[in-house]
Nanobody
Framework: QVQLMESGGGSVQVGGSLTLSCAVS?????????MGWFRQAPGKEREGVAG???????SYEDSVKGRFTISQDNAKNSVSLQMNSLKPEDSGMYYC?????????????????WGQGTQVTVSS
């Protein structure tokens, strides 16, 4: 029903910026899904980073608020994550995800679909 493909990962220095993109292929209207970004560092649990609902409302994990910006482009069927002022603790595998349920924020999101992930490495 939904296929996701991330791109834009890479290696940057502390304080740098990086933009991740997620191409979305769907069999249901785009507006029916809560889109989000998750990340997971080696040996740590996966955590929600940012989410955006069908009304354009955004939500962020506290540690990235003010530094990351999630956006969506319905015409291009894509979701982006602009990351600024990157820190070493931001490093990890980043996943694009879609929730077809009732979640309205990243904190409540339980994704039904996942992308393959894109690696982000921030060096000090």
């Amino acid at each position: 029903q939904v296929q996701l493909m991330e791109s834009g990962g890479g290696s940057v220095q502390v304080g740098g910026s990086l933009t991740l993109s997620c191409a979305v292929s769907k069999s249901k209207p785009y507006s029916n899904y809560l889109m989000g970004w998750f990340r997971q560092a080696p040996g740590k649990e996966r955590e929600g980073v940012a989410g955006i609902n069908f009304d354009g409302e955004v939500s962020y994990e506290d540690s990235v608020k003010g530094r990351f910006t999630i956006s969506q482009d319905n015409a291009k069927n894509s979701v982006s994550l602009q990351m600024n002022s990157l820190k070493p603790e931001d490093s990890g595998m980043y996943y694009c995800a879609a929730d077809s349920g009732w979640a309205s924020t990243i904190a409540a999101m339980a994704p039904d679909y996942w992308g393959q992930g894109t690696q982000v490495t921030v060096s000090s």
